[in-house]
């Protein structure tokens, strides 16, 4: 029997949910569904990957199926902080809505607005949308939201921290006075806490984990590293610990790009995900990551919210973000639906302070260990034995452990040229930062995850390892780049 059917759901949303696999509510779907099947107002607080979507989504498909319009328009309005959240919520909207007649619809901005307003003219029930596009679509009369029956912010924190406050305040002056409201968010800001005060109307508050918690289940480890060794301690940690993929959390859109450079040119499959990126870009990208195409998606914290990757086992961050709660949805992405997560993070000097506000936030220490070493792809703490094996000690542990792995990789003997029938030389590589003696090919601009790739070089191709010329190696990612 599914246990959904318990809480007051009817037939159809527990046929869509078994015909998905799910059959248990999981603890904020359980308490929060039947208060919302109540009508009443709800501030919701869960960690991320625990289920949220479902748990407004479900009892508002249920309450509209079970009445009338008052009239034409939308019934139902989402608002979310990125358009990756955006157009992931409409999908499980869609998809738990299957047998019922009832419309969705996301907009969003990045893309042709056309497209979205015929879409809206056909009708919507439902609708999801970010506030930027959102007030585009009101400010061209393309619709009302007079007959808005339930409103739902969802990631409420981030949507304040991006700075929306102000179009959610324009936005909500447009709503009828009497509806429902939800806030869902994984922490309780204070922000999050004074906008709930003037919102709700004698909520109903869900908390099934402690506030701004991390995810239980993801092994967190903080591991010091001088800033210009972090590229390559990320190639270090993915490539020797065999992790099939990873992604990771970096402060601004320029540096994901050098990153980005410098992974490929080294032999890892990676892209980025920033705002500058164009939406179906981002989209493409992010599709290629969760089939496997891509081996490390490079992120700012535009994909830190509410993206539901599937067993994701890794997530880095190449520099801790200056927000503490932050910490708390970037590792969210690992350890998702009960899964086991990894999550390390790369201290440099000047970033002891937000060490510690994240410390204060999770209320324990992320005391700073060794860098593991591997043994085919098992992570081995660094001991002092094992220190000693490799001639190394102290705060030389780091950049030994990371050099010596690359350097017996690179003095291994090569494989014979089958053209050439003789072994294959490679010129000595500069590191990254360093010019290189080799001069760039014009016109190659290799795999930087900016440009929409060719044919033969999509965001989730590995570099072309042929003879060609190739372009000079990229700047290390510098962390006084443009902030997302």
Known sequence: MNA?????????????????????????QRKAIPHI???????????????????????ILQRLSESSPAGAGVRALVLAPTRELAAQVAERITAY????????????GGVDMEPQIAQLKK??????????????????RELTLGGVETLVLDEADRMLDLGFIDA??????????????????????????????????DPVRVEVSPANSAAELVQQSVYEVDWDDKPDTVRYLIEEGRWSRALVFIRTKKSADDLVAYLVQEGV??????????QILRTRTLDAFKQGEVRVLVATD????????????????????????????????????GAEGRAMSLLSTSERKWLEGIEQLLKRPLTPEPLPFYDNGVEQPVDLSSANALGIAGKKTIKTVVRKSFKQKRNAPRKPDAKKGRVATKKPRARAGQSSSRKPSRGVKG??????????????????????????????PSPWGHSD
Not at 47 to 58: D, E, I, N, R, V
Not at 271 to 276: F, G, K, M, Y
Not at 449 to 471: D, H, L, V
């Open 302 to 337: 535009i994909a830190s919210r509410g993206l539901d990757i599937a067993e994701l086992p890794l997530v880095i961050n190449y520099d801790l973000p200056r927000v503490a709660q932050d910490y708390v949805h970037r590792i969210g992405r690992s350890g998702r639906a």
């Open 447 to 476: 795999t930087v995850e900016g440009s929409t790739p060719s044919k033969a070089q999509s965001p989730a191709a590995a570099p072309n390892k042929s003879n060609a010329a190739r372009p000079a190696k990229p700047r290390r």
């Open 37 to 59: 099947l109540k009508g009443k107002d709800v501030l919701a607080a869960a960690q991320t990957g625990t289920g949220k979507t479902a748990s407004f989504a479900l009892p």
């Open 269 to 278: 499959a990676a892209a980025a995900i920033h705002s500058n990126k164009s």
């Open 168 to 201: 959610v305040r324009k936005i909500i002056a447009q709503l009828p006075a009497k509806r429902q409201n939800l806030l869902f968010s994984a922490t309780f800001a204070p922000a999050v806490v004074e906008l709930s005060n003037g919102l709700l109307v």
């Open 97 to 108: 809505g299957s047998g019922l007649s009832l419309r969705a619809a996301v907009v969003y």
């Open 4 to 28: 959904f059917s318990s809480l007051g759901l009817c037939g159809p949303l527990v046929q869509a949910l078994s015909d998905q696999g799910y059959t248990t509510p999981s603890p904020v």
């Open 123 to 140: 009708g919507v029930d439902v609708l999801v949308a970010t506030p930027g596009r959102l007030l585009d679509l009101l400010h061209k």
